[in-house]
């Protein structure tokens, strides 16, 4: 594929009209282009049937359509499925379809590797090599649509941006992503169904709650004390709790939607009760629900699953003071497409 054309779905709408009127086209057209790329998905000029051949021709010699190409597909023993996705630049990242008995839920990616520093995450060993761009994400989700059809039966139901990446560091093509997603003229899937997940950015965290997106939104919080976040979390010393907490509350009051905190516990880091006292005075302060995250291993680290007892602990804590909270198993952890686990591992494979 020629690199050098511009990706015609880096246009807008309003640039694709100009740019057709300025070749004699009329500005319906503009609209028919438009849905063939975003809620057709068409992969090539020649797919645009109800467009002259002329023009097909015109359009392919000035543009390019840089879709998304699965690379391979592995299956895990509980169904689950890892795509290694190849972008149009020879880049990979990894995207995760996770079935349950009446979901499917589409795990993308958002950045190939990631510019944060969790301790504990195979993705941010990755050097972060670019940014996705929103024709990218949607192209994950519509190969996992298609992929819930053929092996489920059943449409795609929920999207979640935990994949490779940041998304809060890709904030503007995320953003995008998400309207062509929820749009009639894009995909026409509801807002309640996608969650975006962010290790916890505050400024924009309040510029997703000022876009009116009704997405809902997970935190990766891992621990509510401050050093031992910042030892983790490195890059979080920059973000500091009260500032999150902050930019938390400002959510619930422009979207009216919960907040979910992730949270993984570990031997000798966060399994004390100092660290469950302080993620449920932290909880409490704004409406929330807490999911238990299973600990997926990741080569070597100091890193260990929390014995369960401690689990437990933490469960008691967090119901006796009026929060839901969920004990998340792994997923796909055979084919290291779990949480965390998304590393382009399969590559070596290939
Ligand atoms: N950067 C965003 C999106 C990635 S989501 C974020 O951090 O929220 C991936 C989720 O998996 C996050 O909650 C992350 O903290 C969690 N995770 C990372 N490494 C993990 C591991 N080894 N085992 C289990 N969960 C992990």
């Known amino acids: 594929m020629n690199q050098d054309k511009k990706d015609i779905r880096k246009l807008s709408l309003g640039e694709l009209e100009t740019i057709l009127n300025s070749m004699g086209e009329k500005s319906f057209r503009a609209k028919q282009i438009y849905e063939w790329l975003w809620k ?25 359509i840089q879709n998304i190409q699965v690379n391979s597909m592995q299956k895990s023993d509980d169904e689950t499925i890892k795509n290694a996705v190849r972008l149009f630049d020879g880049n990979i990242v990894e995207s995760v379809l996770i079935p349950t008995e009446n979901r499917t839920t589409a795990c993308v990616s958002c950045q190939v590797g990631c510019s944060l520093n969790c301790e504990f995450c195979a993705t941010a060993k990755l050097k972060r090599m670019r940014n996705l761009t929103a024709a990218e994400i949607v192209d994950q989700v519509v190969v996992i649509d298609k992929q819930s059809r ?30 062509m997603i929820t749009s009639p003229q894009g995909l ?15 400024k924009m965290i309040k510029m997703l709650a000022d876009e009116e997106l009704k997405v809902k939104l997970a935190v990766s919080l891992h621990s509510a004390r401050e050093e031992i976040r910042n030892r983790i979390m490195p890059f979080s010393e920059k973000f500091p709790l009260t500032e999150l907490l902050e930019s938390l509350q400002y959510w619930y009051q422009k979207t009216k939607s919960k907040i979910t905190f992730e949270y993984l516990v570990w031997k000798d ?14 909880a409490k302060r704004v409406p929330s629900k807490i999911n238990l995250i299973e600990y997926n291993p990741i080569g070597e680290s100091e890193f260990e699953q929390a014995h369960p007892a401690v689990i437990e602990a933490y469960t008691d ?3 006796q003071n009026g929060i ?25 494979e290939i």
Request: charge should be positive; proline fraction near 4%; hydrophobic fraction near 35%.
């Open 188 to 202: 026409g899937m509801s807002p309640k169904r996608i969650t975006v997940s962010t290790s916890g950015i505050p």
């Open 150 to 179: 053929e092996f489920f039966d059943r449409p795609l139901s929920n999207i979640v941006y935990m994949g490779m990446g940041e998304p809060m560091m890709n904030y503007n093509e995320v953003v995008k992503s998400i309207r």
């Open 324 to 348: 839901v909270v969920k004990v998340r198993r792994s997923r796909g952890k055979d084919i290291d497409a779990a949480c965390g686990q998304l590393a382009n591992k399969s590559l070596e």
């Open 269 to 282: 880091i966060n399994d004390r009760q100092t660290d469950i006292d302080a993620l449920v005075r932290y």
């Open 40 to 64: 057709k998905n068409a992969h090539s000029f020649d797919d645009m049937t109800n467009l002259s051949k002329t023009l097909r021709s015109k359009l392919s010699e000035n543009f390019s």
């Open 317 to 319: 804590a967090i119901q």
